[in-house]
Nanobody, 122 residues
Framework: QVQLDQTGGGLVQAGSSLNLSCSASGRTHRTMLVGWFRRPPGKEREFVGALRWGDGGTTYADSVKGRFIVSRENAKNTVYLQMTSLKPEDTAVYYC???????????????WGQGTQVTVAP
């Protein structure tokens, strides 16, 4: 089992930047993916981006490419979601998750963080 603890989030203005953190503990392994998903108001949970624990390779949803970066700090077992040029449509509850993937397949993740609210004001 992998335990995930999220920090970050909040209310920002459009065009701003915001970082989310996801600290992993427990049975991490090289083939594990750490993904970021979000659930906009009134919508289903959707894929944002993912990082492969072993080599740091990343995958992104088209809606966030060029604006969001998923990165890792090995010493802290922490994965970050760095969000720039935020738009009101990025407003959502953001979740990190660990699993074996494929990256964008929500059912490929078995362990989830608690979620954190990101609100982008116009």
């Amino acid at each position: 089992q992998v335990q995930l603890d999220q920090t970050g989030g909040g209310l920002v203005q459009a065009g701003s930047s915001l970082n989310l953190s996801c600290s992993a503990s427990g049975r991490t392994h090289r083939t594990m993916l750490v993904g970021w998903f979000r659930r906009p108001p009134g919508k289903e949970r959707e894929f944002v981006g993912a990082l492969r624990w072993g080599d740091g390779g990343t995958t992104y949803a088209d809606s966030v490419k060029g604006r969001f970066i998923v990165s890792r700090e090995n010493a802290k077992n922490t994965v970050y979601l760095q969000m720039t040029s935020l738009k009101p449509e990025d407003t959502a509850v953001y979740y990190c998750a660990a699993g074996v993937g494929p990256p964008a397949w929500i059912k490929g993740y078995t362990n989830w963080g608690q979620g954190t609210q990101v609100t982008v004001a116009p």
